[in-house]
């Protein structure tokens, strides 16, 4: 069984940046696609990035396109997300996950597998 841990959320002005690691405790983990997700408070849990195993192909979702990036090294085991321009709408827990083999870059959280616990992000206006 794999673990994940997110690392990286806080506070954060409107218009700044960050970035989040997500750290798998199994080495396997460099063989699995991943993503990020997010949720904020009352809202469902909805698709942010994903990436596959090697880093050659991404997948974004359009609210987040051109403002963020995902990103592995898997000498790490670690998956990122750069997010620049941030905006009060990006106010979230921000989750990875490991994609399912098999499946192709996936927006659709069925999926993913494995899930870190998150790490919050709060973007202040």
């Known amino acids: 069984q794999v673990h994940l841990l997110e690392s990286g959320g806080g506070l954060v002005q409107a218009g700044g940046s960050q970035r989040l690691s997500c750290v798998a405790s199994?080495?396997?983990?460099?063989?699995?696609?991943a993503g990020w997700f997010r949720q904020a408070p009352g809202k469902e849990r909805e698709f942010v990035a994903a990436i596959s195993w090697n880093g050659d192909s991404t997948l974004y979702a359009a609210s987040v396109e051109g403002r963020f990036t995902i990103s592995r090294d898997n000498s790490k085991n670690t998956v990122y997300l750069q997010m620049n321009s941030l905006e009060a709408e990006d106010t979230a827990l921000y989750s990875c996950?490991?994609?399912?083999?098999?499946?192709?870059?996936?927006?659709?959280?069925?999926?993913?597998?494995?899930w870190g616990q998150g790490t919050q992000v709060t973007v202040s206006s």
């Open positions: 199994e080495r396997t983990f460099i063989q699995y696609g």
């Open positions: 996950a490991r994609k399912q083999v098999g499946i192709p870059l996936s927006a659709n959280r069925y999926d993913y597998d494995y």
